[in-house]
Every structure is written in structure tokens, then in C-alpha cells.
């Protein structure tokens, strides 16, 4: 075949999502190229998930050996070495780019590297050279949202906060989501000093907003200072580090610190693709896609996680299935969709803040006949066995069915018993069901069945 013929497949972005359908389409006998302007691997082994939850675990170790302080533990002299723990993360980063083209080729697929744009419906150049493609698909990710204040651009990415060779004394996180929540759970147990500055009355909205609550008030035990309802006005260097002056509600105040990070959201990654060449709809969300993911206005493009404008929460699972689903309606020309049944997310703070299904104020607008189960778990043995006081649970049944709709959960380990959770929705499994397993004791997992 010559170097010239069209593309079966060409991937742009090589992140899990676009790794997942290049090398399914290539084992069924495609002609498969991926791309990026990156190195191979993706916001979350690289610059997202995996990288920081290595850096969590060094927090982890801190708090808890807080935890048992006077209960056999004396915790005098222990901190974060963060050089090594970076190191540590780098074990890990390092090799994912250069193992994840390795097996690609493995499959056959070619690798290539560049900035990718549209020069026409079935075409694209990557820096300089002409690439024919049947379909293509669009995984380029996300990046952080642009923000309008003066000298918002002394600001850096979760990207930059993750490689920092040392953490700085002061840190101050803009935005209330997952990155300055995790972020500031991290370096506040690595002893810097930490201020989250969120624009609304509450922060992780996603989340359950009695279980943020707490999240917020064990946030401030761990040394976290919170700002809500609070406006970023400019940010301006000084001799020492950043002055960011703040509004709250008509009030300006000022804070100093040495570094300023931006957790205030992200967007589609869409900007260098020249989209509209190529009559590819779009629109702040994402690729405009029919629920299938092909475009709904060029049939030879589908897109896939963070790029492409779905129903599907911004993970890394449900980018990665998209993008299998996608690979399997290109080859077969089949409309499958993508079932978002039963997708747990976590917010892996300390303790962590997870959730699966609705909101209890979604499930009330619904209609359903809803039992409301919350359970503050702070004294069970499973927390005080680690000296942890704030943990709760809150799941939501449907009376007529007995079946769980949504649950909800912060504490130690619940980032895994959410699971069990998430397999109950996508199953439709009942509480009577759940409740006649026989969980190995003591786990955290036992504990469910009390939960219900």
C-alpha cells in the first residue's frame, strides 16, 4: 500500500480514548494512524489521574499518621520528601509515552507526531504534510479555560503543579472543583500553606452538597483555608511572590502568596483543528455528535471523551468506552451508543468524595418515590480503626423498585465501595440482593450492607 493511499482511520490525540479505538481498528485489519503534538499518553497518565493520586499517596502517609497522634503513633519528624515523591511519580510518567507508541506499532498502527488541522472533509496536515482519511476521530482532551481577569496569565496548570520541583510555602488554588480540591489536599499535608478561592456559594457542585459540606469543614481541619462567593480581581507579582486581590461581595480584600493555580475548569481541546474546513460542527462543549459520536454534519468524523459534546462525565472510563464504541460503529457502520448506566466518579481528597447516579434533587424532580438512607459513619470501627471523624454515606432508593438510584459517600476507601454501587445501578441490582452478600470482615466493604 502506498504511503500516499487515503487513512482507514486516522486518530488525532493519543490519549487513552484515541489509543483504544486506533489499536481496535488496526486488529481488525485497518490501515490506522494516531497523532498528537504531545508525547503519547494523555491527560491522565501523564498530566492528570495517575500522577496525582502517586503524589496523594506521600499525603496520605501524613494524615494518616495525624490521625493517631496519642493513639500509638507518633507522627514528630515525618513529612513529604517532595523531590523523591516527585521522583517516585516519574517512575511511573516517564516510560508511558515511549511503551504506549511501542505497542501501538505493535498493532500495526503508525505514530505519528505534529499539530493536526483540517484542510478539508476526508483531509488533514500535520505540520506541513497531506494525510487522506475514510474516518477520523477526534480525542484531542481538554485544557484549562481561559480566564479574563488581569494577569491571569502568571497563573499555572494543574500540568506545572504536578512537576514542581519543590511546593512553594504559600499556594492559592482558583476554582472550586476537582483540581484545587485534590491539589490543595496534597500540598496542605505537605505543609504549605493553602487558600482555595471559589467564585460560588458551593463548591464541586456535581457532588452531594451535604457531603461537600463536610468535605469542606474536614478541608479546613487540614488546613485549608476556603473563600466562597469570592471574585479573583487581578493577580500582580510583587518582589515575594503574587498579590491576588479578591471580591467578595463588594468587599475587596487582598492575599500574598507564591504561587497562583488555575483549577477554575477546562474546555474542549479544539482550537488548532480548524474545524469549520472540514464542516465539522462544534461548539463550547465539544464536537457536536449524534449519540451514536459520529458528527452530525461530516460522516466520516466521530469524537470521542473530553472533545466531543455528550452526555458522558468528563473520565477517563468514559472517554476510553466512547472511544471503543466509536472504533466499533466506524467498522461495522452500526450505530451503537454508549450506556453511561452506573458511572462512579471520586474526588480523591482525604478522606475521598465519591458518587454514583443522581443527585438527590434530580431524583426528587424525577418523580421517583425516593428513600433517602444517610448514615454519618464517622464512629463506625472502619473509621476508628484509623482514627478518621468525618465520614458519611447518603444513597437513594426507589421505594417502588428497591433498587438503588443514586449513592453517595466521603470517607476513607469509599472511592472503592462506590464501586459496588455503580455495578448494583448497571446491573439493577436490589438492596435486598446487595444485602444477602457475605463481605469479608473487617473491610470496608462490609460495611455496605449496614449503609442500606
Not at 504506549?100 to 498502527?109: C, I, K, S
Request: hydrophobic content about 40%; charged content about 20%.
Amino acid at each position: 500500500m502506498s504511503a500516499t493511499d487515503p487513512y482507514d482511520l486516522i486518530v488525532i490525540g493519543a490519549g487513552m480514548a484515541g489509543a483504544a479505538a486506533a489499536e481496535k481498528c488496526a486488529r481488525a485489519g485497518w490501515r490506522v494512524a494516531i497523532v498528537d503534538d504531545l508525547p503519547y499518553g494523555g491527560t491522565c497518565a501523564l498530566r492528570g489521574c495517575d500522577p496525582k493520586k502517586i503524589l496523594r499517596r506521600g499525603a496520605e502517609i501524613i494524615d494518616a499518621a495525624n490521625l493517631l497522634t496519642g493513639k500509638g503513633i507518633d507522627p514528630a519528624g515525618l513529612r513529604i520528601d517532595w523531590p523523591a515523591l516527585s521522583a517516585h511519580m516519574h517512575g511511573f510518567t516517564d516510560p508511558v509515552p515511549t511503551n504506549m507508541e511501542t505497542n501501538l506499532g505493535r498493532h500495526g498502527v503508525d505514530t505519528l507526531h505534529g499539530t493536526a488541522r483540517f484542510t478539508g472533509p476526508d483531509r488533514l496536515d500535520i505540520d506541513g504534510t497531506t494525510y487522506q482519511f475514510r474516518h477520523t476521530l477526534i480525542a484531542t482532551g481538554a485544557r484549562p479555560r481561559p480566564l479574563d481577569f488581569p494577569g491571569a496569565d502568571h497563573l499555572i496548570d494543574s500540568t506545572a503543579f504536578l512537576y514542581l520541583e519543590q511546593l512553594p510555602p504559600r499556594i492559592l488554588f482558583v476554582g472550586g472543583g476537582f483540581i484545587s480540591f485534590e491539589f490543595a489536599h496534597i500540598a496542605a499535608r505537605a505543609g504549605t500553606k493553602t487558600v482555595i478561592v471559589d467564585h460560588g456559594p458551593r463548591p464541586l457542585r456535581g457532588f452531594d452538597p451535604d457531603l461537600v459540606e463536610l468535605l469542606v469543614t474536614r478541608s479546613h481541619s487540614a488546613g485549608i483555608d476556603f473563600h466562597r462567593n469570592t471574585e479573583i480581581i487581578a493577580v500582580h507579582p510583587t518582589s515575594d511572590g503574587y498579590e491576588v486581590t479578591l471580591d467578595d461581595h463588594g468587599r475587596q480584600t487582598t492575599i500574598t502568596t507564591d504561587l497562583v493555580v488555575h483549577g477554575a475548569g477546562r474546555e474542549p481541546e479544539l482550537t488548532r483543528l480548524d474545524l469549520d474546513t472540514a464542516d465539522i460542527a462544534h461548539g463550547p462543549h465539544g464536537v457536536h455528535v449524534a449519540e451514536h459520536l459520529q458528527s452530525s454534519t461530516n460522516p466520516r468524523v466521530y469524537a470521542a471523551g473530553d472533545a466531543a459534546d455528550t452526555p458522558g462525565a468528563p473520565l477517563t472510563p468514559v472517554a476510553v468506552f466512547e472511544g471503543k464504541v466509536a472504533a466499533s460503529n466506524m467498522l461495522k457502520a452500526a450505530t451503537i451508543t454508549p450506556d453511561y448506566t452506573g458511572i462512579a466518579t471520586a474526588v480523591f481528597t482525604i478522606p475521598e468524595l465519591t458518587r454514583v447516579g443522581l443527585l438527590e434533587t434530580d431524583a426528587r424532580d424525577a418523580g421517583i418515590d425516593l428513600d433517602v438512607r444517610y448514615t454519618d459513619t464517622s464512629g463506625w470501627y472502619s473509621n476508628y480503626r484509623i482514627g478518621e471523624t468525618t465520614a458519611a454515606a447518603k444513597i437513594l432508593i426507589d421505594r417502588n423498585t428497591d433498587t438503588i438510584v443514586g449513592a453517595h459517600m466521603l470517607g476513607p476507601e469509599y472511592g472503592e465501595l462506590i464501586n459496588i454501587c455503580a455495578l448494583a445501578i448497571k446491573l439493577g441490582l436490589t438492596t435486598r440482593q446487595l444485602k444477602s452478600m457475605t463481605a469479608a470482615y473487617p473491610t470496608v466493604g462490609s460495611d455496605l450492607g449496614s449503609m442500606l
